[in-house]
């Protein structure tokens, strides 16, 4: 009989153990879920800062800066991760706040032209040059661009024989009207007259006119990403 009790108890710690193991696979499983979500992206910077060493590679150093510059999170989770690929690489924050800014710059550059294409603008797009800049770099910059044109303009470009940048102008002869039957006749009067037929000319553009078509045709941006219109 006690054999039966140690035997019903042996069934009992059987069981136990079985149901521990099915707890043990469901924990298991659930922490397998857990484990498949989106890491955070600043646990996965950190992480990859702290993986770097004063003997990583240049190019070990900016792929971290990369996944930095194209992470979407704070300023201040941003000086965080700076300071712990200080700590990993004993490089200056300086230096690698320095590295950091070119490729920033290179993101929002592509989020702007993805926006700016998804609103139809293809233009190209060029730094403002400063104040003081050069003026043969911007001649090469805009002869390229408005010597091509664009395909889908209705009215290219163009220039006249003496180089001066040129538009097509619709205006009617002043002082003149259109001749009808009833003018030849002499039966018309100046109110019932028609005015003289839309005739297009080629007019030389205006300062604020080509300034207009340059920007029409080209993207300026200055240092702080933003699009501005080409400094006289």
């Known amino acids: 009989m006690t054999d039966d009790n140690l035997g019903g108890d042996g069934g009992e710690s059987n069981k136990t153990e079985a149901e521990f193991g099915a707890k043990s696979g469901a924990s298991g499983s659930a922490g397998g879920d857990a484990e498949a979500k989106p890491e ?6 950190a992480a990859a800062a702290d993986a770097l060493s004063p003997t990583s590679t240049d ?10 510059a194209e992470a979407r999170i704070g300023f201040a989770a941003k000086r965080k991760i700076l300071a712990r690929a ?3 690489t004993r490089q200056p924050i300086a230096d690698l706040k320095r590295d950091l800014a070119p490729l920033e710059q290179k993101v929002t550059r592509a989020q702007r032209q993805a926006e700016r294409l998804a609103r139809g603008d293809t233009r190209p797009e060029f730094p403002a040059p400063s104040p003081n800049a050069e003026w043969l ?6 002869d390229k661009v408005l010597g091509r044109g664009r395909l889908f303009d209705p009215e290219p470009p163009m220039r006249d024989v003496d180089g001066f940048a040129t538009g097509v102008f619709v205006r009617r002869a002043v002082g003149l009207h259109t001749l009808t039957s009833a ?18 000319l080629l007019s030389r553009l205006s300062e604020a006119e080509l300034a207009e078509l340059i920007e029409r045709h080209i993207a300026y941006v200055d240092n702080d990403e933003q699009l ?5």
């Open 183 to 200: 003018g030849a006749n002499a039966d018309e009067t100046g109110a019932t007259q028609l005015p003289a037929p839309e005739q297009p």
């Open 137 to 142: 770099p911007q001649i090469n910059v805009l």
């Open 59 to 68: 190019d070990e150093v900016k792929a971290v800066l990369e996944l930095l």
């Open 40 to 45: 955070d992206p600043e646990v996965k910077l």
């Open 86 to 88: 200080k700590k990993s």
């Open 228 to 232: 501005v219109h080409l400094g006289s």
